[in-house]
């Protein structure tokens, strides 16, 4: 059982922050009648993209229990010596949104054993509850370096990676997990066989997303491959988090119910839509009187989330990377596709506020 306790403390501006050296985080697996701890019972999936600092606190705000930093090549951080031009997408604040984990990925063991304490000794990144290897990414330019899901098919190589990752996250006090798919392909499906390499390698937790490289983020997810990883590693003392088609609040808890999981880690169903979580935690709690959130309150959390990614990135960057969010806060919305055209053209943080203030209004009067 790995345990991390939580104290607090004043850092050197006196504010509060979290002490990584005692976190109460147990990584022990429970069994499904036994209580979930609820810091891993719905956690937000690293997406690339999407799941910035500013994007996990608003989730952890409607009821996410965790989140995890978007993929980070660890040889990026190992040939530079440094973390500082990896910082845009390793940013945390583990007050403001909670336990969070510093995803890395990579192929070569090496890599790791430099990127970790350089991650670790940081005065911010040393607050993060644990280190995240990813050994499922499906994306070409990634699998094509070996690195992702492309690991699935080398066990020894990703056993190495995990070996070297624990040994070199285990003098800072902070567990290692992994995040892979139920395999390759349909020919390759291997992520019982996979999960057990992971708790030999020392892995406190693994997530599994149910379907193979090939399915990418298509077809339905095979949630028995989750049930069957539950029950190999029941018992095992690593955690399994499920993840794959959970959309809304039953279908969480039929996930938690049919696999056994620990938890469950909701990815692209979050898109634009953190009021998920909330809708996920009435569910489980037995509150069938969940509502969906009215044209104002979705504008409000669009300008939460435009204001925090100016803050990070400046005008310019937060505005780009808010257009393409917005097609997500909108989906399926009346005049949508207006809004999103508009936006396109939008150079200014006011102006993308005046867009959604007009579509909110819009729909206010239907």
């Not at 006196?14 to 976190?23: F, H, I, L, Q």
């Not at 989330?305 to 310019?316: I, N, Q, R, V």
Request: proline letters at 4%.
């Amino acid at each position: 059982m790995i345990y991390r306790n939580v104290t607090h403390s004043k850092n050197e501006r006196g504010t509060e922050r979290v002490d990584a050296s005692s976190r109460n985080v147990a990584l022990q697996s429970e069994s499904m009648q036994e209580h979930h701890p609820e810091w891993i019972r719905t956690g937000l999936a690293p997406i690339a993209g999407t799941t910035g600092m500013t994007f996990r606190t608003i989730c952890r705000r409607f009821g996410a229990t965790y989140g995890c930093t978007e993929l980070v090549s660890a040889r990026g951080i190992a040939y530079s010596h440094s973390v500082e031009g990896s910082l845009r997408y390793l940013q945390i604040d583990p007050q403001a949104e909670g336990p969070c984990a510093i995803q890395l990925f990579g192929y070569e063991a090496a890599d790791f054993v430099a990127a970790i304490p350089l991650v670790l000794s940081h005065p911010v990144l040393s607050f993060a509850a644990w280190i995240d290897l990813n050994m499922g990414c499906p994306v070409p330019k990634v699998v094509k370096t070996g690195a992702g899901c492309a690991l699935m098919k080398d066990l020894p190589r990703a056993s190495a990676i995990i070996e070297a990752s624990v040994r070199a996250a285990e003098p800072f006090g902070i567990p290692v997990t992994v995040k892979f798919r139920k395999g390759w392909d349909e020919q390759h499906e291997n992520a019982v066989e996979f999960a057990l390499m992971c708790k030999e390698s020392g892995a406190s937790a693994v997530t599994l997303h149910a379907r193979t490289r090939d399915q990418l983020y298509h077809g339905k997810a095979d949630w028995g491959i989750i049930a069957e990883t539950a029950d190999a590693l029941r018992g095992s003392g690593v955690r399994v988090i499920g993840n794959g088609d959970v959309r809304d609040g039953e279908s969480a808890e039929r996930m938690l119910s049919e696999t056994r999981a620990d938890g469950v880690a909701v990815g692209r169903a979050a898109m634009g839509n953190p009021w998920v979580f909330s809708e996920i935690a009435a569910y489980l709690s037995g509150d069938r009187s969940w509502r969906p959130p009215t044209a104002t309150e979705r504008a409000e959390v669009i300008f939460e989330h435009l204001d925090g990614l100016t803050g990070l990135l400046g005008e310019e960057c937060a505005v780009k990377e808010m257009r393409a969010q917005l097609s997500y806060y909108l989906k399926g919305k009346h005049s949508a596709a207006d809004c999103r055209a508009q936006a396109v053209a939008a150079r200014t943080a006011q102006e993308v506020r005046d867009i959604v203030s007009r579509w909110a209004d819009a729909e206010a009067s239907l």
